[in-house]
């Protein structure tokens, strides 16, 4: 069945491309902040395609359309994209063209070929290599001061205005003085002057405020222009009260109109500029006169490595987690049992007993409760279309997570209903022990995760199985879930893993159209030993949440697998046991018993 409200958008599109004379457009998933989670009047890729998932790329001609995402998306990019024009691309996989490539051949007949991007939503290093690579084929010319959606996207919701507040100093751990005078620090060691900073927890670590215009991440829409001396906000005035802005004046901090960051980069009167090539947008980028030191932004990395008040926030902030999760996980299977149970009906159980738990705020991104078959989608999220009853029988996996004042929690476990198959169980194991090898790794301060993200993926690997996705994330501190720079992945990341840093351990295994299994923590890296080879770290779990012992083949586990499992498991109950009372402490005893 044809998509008739993608077609006609389409239609609209071509009409407007066809006025400008451009071949090809393309819609990227960010916003001019670079953000993987952007607010809805950005979301451009999304209204065009009809794909909702966090990451991918529209690509539209006059007679094809085309849009490229990762193996987390394949299955729910396929479904959403079915009824439209747009052709799924696997990127990474074999045989798929690039968007370069793909243009480069649809546009092969056409004379003096446009391709067109809004510059505002596609960082500077995106658009520097996709003009490099249009022109190796054919001499495409690259536009890039366009935006069609502002002509075609008729209902398309405003930029944001949420109130923005403080986040209390005993849980951001450090002033907002004493930061920006550690990166004033950071930008003279590399002989810069001044620096923009465009992602949003970025700024909003930074300053130790917080906002609502991001679902499920506490950000706000502004940029930070910090030079030696001075630090400005451009943020829309509506978002700050009186209170606010007193803060900011007090941490040294002024403030100006969102709109106005073009014409201050235009203005800015310092000898240099850092400018994150793969964070500020193109048209940003251009508008600045004076020498670009063309760096990393050093916000990320310190960001990524926790203060003592941020570490504790989350130890506290996993406890009321994982009460919230054991109450849940004790009512899940009688509640299926006596039937009635749907993905989303679940969801929501989750949410309301999260929701009880002191400081909470919001969930952390939208919760994957995925049944049977719907786990084999990575990112599966449930709708009312989608929906489907739970039985006694067959795994369901939840993925998910909370926005504490203290604290952002992640958390995934896959858990057996009821009679599992012998596969379901072979599977899952392996997961389990592609999890605990993680969770058992040291390594030298300074690895990175790439180099550790083998442990995970060995066994399974022995059965020839694998996943594409990442096997780790960093985690905001009442911030965005997805936090970098560090990651383990297969893919080489060269951030470097160092004592205070926040990572996820989350290898699984998908099986199309039968079932998946994933298994996640949230880990903290922390000193192990001190050698004369140097500095060792190691990981502490601060996920306080039992794993589902149901599934697992117990003779495939190693002792020191069994050894971590049980021990794991006596923490979980240490900790939580005093919160609970009743058949919750009894449900919770049973599930941490020793193996």
């Not at 609209?12 to 451009?22: G, P, Q």
């Not at 039937?339 to 400081?359: I, P, Y």
Request: glycine letters at 8%; charged letters at 25%; aromatic letters at 8%.
């Amino acid at each position: 069945m044809t998509n008739t409200i993608i077609e006609q958008r389409l239609a609209a599109l071509r009409d407007v491309m066809r006025r400008e004379s451009i071949d090809a457009f393309i819609f990227p998933s960010t916003d001019p902040h670079n953000g993987e989670y952007v607010p809805e009047h950005w979301e451009g890729r999304k209204w065009i395609s009809g794909f909702n998932g966090s990451a991918g790329t529209a690509v539209v001609t006059m007679d094809a359309a085309a849009l490229w995402t990762d193996s987390r998306y394949f299955l729910a990019a396929a479904e959403q994209l079915e009824g439209t024009e747009f052709k799924l691309m696997k990127e990474r996989v074999e045989g798929t063209p690039s968007i370069i490539k793909w243009l480069g051949q649809k546009l092969s007949f056409v004379s003096s070929p446009v391709v067109g991007i809004d510059g505002m939503v596609n960082s500077e290093a995106s658009v520097a290599e996709l003009i490099a690579g249009l022109r190796n084929e054919g001499g495409i010319t690259v536009r890039t001061n366009f935006d069609p959606l502002g002509q075609i996207w008729t209902d398309r919701p405003p930029v944001p205005q949420n109130k923005i507040t403080v986040h209390p100093l005993e849980y951001a751990g450090e002033s907002c003085a004493s930061k920006l005078e550690r990166i004033r620090a950071m930008l003279k060691d590399i002989n810069a002057c001044g620096m923009l900073a465009a992602a949003l927890d970025d700024i909003a670590w930074t300053l130790n405020l917080r906002g609502s215009d991001v679902h499920c991440n506490p950000v706000f829409v502004s940029y930070l222009l910090i030079t030696s001396r001075h630090a400005t906000l451009f943020v829309d005035g509506a978002k700050l009260d009186d209170g606010v802005r007193e803060y900011l004046k007090g941490e040294g901090v002024d403030t100006a109109d969102y709109n106005k960051v073009k014409d201050a980069l235009a203005a800015y009167s310092e000898y240099n500029i850092l400018l994150d090539p793969c964070e500020i947008n193109h048209t940003l980028f251009s508008a600045v006169r004076c020498e670009k030191v063309a760096q990393p932004s050093p916000i990320p990395y310190m960001k990524a490595v926790k203060n003592s008040a941020e570490i504790e926030g989350f130890r506290r902030a996993m406890l009321r987690d994982g009460v919230a999760l054991v109450k849940f996980l004790r009512w899940l299977k009688p509640a299926v049992e006596a039937g009635g149970e749907t993905e989303m009906s679940v969801d929501r159980k989750l949410t309301s007993l999260r929701a009880e738990q002191k400081l909470f705020k919001d969930i952390s991104f939208d919760t994957i409760a995925a049944y049977q078959e719907h786990g084999a989608i990575v990112h599966y999220e449930a709708t009312p279309e989608t929906d489907v009853p739970l039985r006694p029988e067959g795994l369901i996996l939840i993925d998910s997570g909370a926005q504490y004042l203290d604290g952002t929690t992640d958390i995934t476990r896959t858990i057996a209903l009821g009679d599992v198959t012998e596969e379901q169980k072979l599977v899952y194991t392996l997961v389990l022990k592609g999890h605990i090898q993680l969770e058992l790794c040291k390594f030298p301060r300074g690895a990175s995760g790439t180099q550790l993200d083998a442990l995970a993926r060995k066994d399974m690997w022995r059965y020839g199985f694998n996943y594409m996705h990442g096997t780790g994330h960093g985690v905001g501190s009442y911030l965005n879930v997805h936090e970098g720079p560090h990651q383990i992945r297969m893919e080489y990341r060269p951030a470097p893993l160092v004592e205070g840093m926040t990572v996820t351990d989350e290898p699984g295994i998908y099986l199309a159209g039968r079932f998946g299994v994933r298994i996640e923590n949230t880990l903290l890296t922390v000193p192990y030993r001190d050698t004369e080879f140097g500095s060792f770290l190691g990981f502490e779990s601060l996920t306080l949440c039992p794993i589902d012992l149901a599934p697992v083949k117990k003779e495939m586990l190693l002792p020191e697998e069994k050894e971590w499992l049980n021990a794991y498991h006596r923490t979980v109950y240490d900790r939580l046991s005093p919160h609970l009372e009743g058949e919750d402490r009894e449900w919770l005893a049973s599930a941490c018993a020793e193996i």
